[in-house]
């Protein structure tokens, strides 16, 4: 099965700043990239996905990168804002059924 | 169009009952994952089901868990003979294809305690 690593589990910036959190997969079939966010008490929801023939997709303040060989993909967030608070987890899937989510990175913002 | 929709929202139950976790998805969407969350944790894979087949289930306890998603009604997740350690937070998420190479779209989940 897929090996899913996400790094850091917890970031603390100061609004305004720039959050990264990288996530590392196994499977080389992985082939589709999402990162979802939870907040606090809610449902995880979509934020931004990408596929495999894409290196990198942005989205106003929010970006993820893509990197198919060494088997890694990043999500970027700038100029972060404390509604951006919340958990945000990695599913690198589409080499099996089964989407494999990350174990979460907790951002705090702090105003 | 109405988000996936789950029910009960919060469930009690004491040791030894059943519990049931309704799951009704998206309009369109014949693809349905259920995962269950503990506290601080990310979501971990329980049971895919499209209309009236699990596809797989590999992620679900052999004894007292079961599912089924019928031809007409919601999907249903079932508990048989509850511990205090089923209790956690199930999320159910649907998908217009397969959910590892599509966008999932997640109910609030139920709050299951086991007293």
């Known amino acids: ?111 | 169009n109405a988000g996936v929709m789950q029910n009960p929202r919060h469930l009690v139950r004491r040791r030894g009952q059943e519990a049931r976790l309704r799951c009704s998805p998206m309009k369109g969407h014949s693809h349905v994952y259920w995962y269950r969350q503990l506290p601080e944790e990310g979501l971990k894979f329980m049971v895919y089901l499209q209309k009236e087949n699990i596809i797989d289930e590999s992620g679900m306890p052999k004894e007292r868990f079961s599912a089924e998603f019928p031809k007409e009604g919601p999907s249903i997740l079932r508990i048989q003979q509850v511990v205090r350690g089923d209790s956690a937070a199930y999320f159910c998420a649907s998908s217009p294809g397969q959910g590892s190479r599509n966008e999932q779209f997640f109910g609030p989940g139920t709050r299951l305690t086991v007293l």
Do not use: M
């Open chain 1, 1 to 111: 099965g897929e090996n899913v690593e996400q790094h850091p589990s917890t970031l603390s910036v100061q609004e305004g700043d720039s959050a990264v959190i990288k996530c590392t997969y196994s499977d080389s079939a992985s082939n589709y990239f999402p990162w979802y966010k939870q907040e606090l008490g809610k449902r995880p929801q979509l934020i931004i996905d990408i596929r495999s023939n894409v290196g990198e997709k942005k989205d106003q303040r929010i970006a993820v990168t893509l990197n198919k060989t060494a088997k890694h993909f990043s999500l970027h967030i700038t100029e972060t804002q404390p509604e951006d608070s919340a958990v945000y987890f990695c599913v690198p899937s589409g080499g099996s059924y089964i989407p494999t989510f990350g174990r979460g990175t907790s951002l705090i913002v702090h105003p």
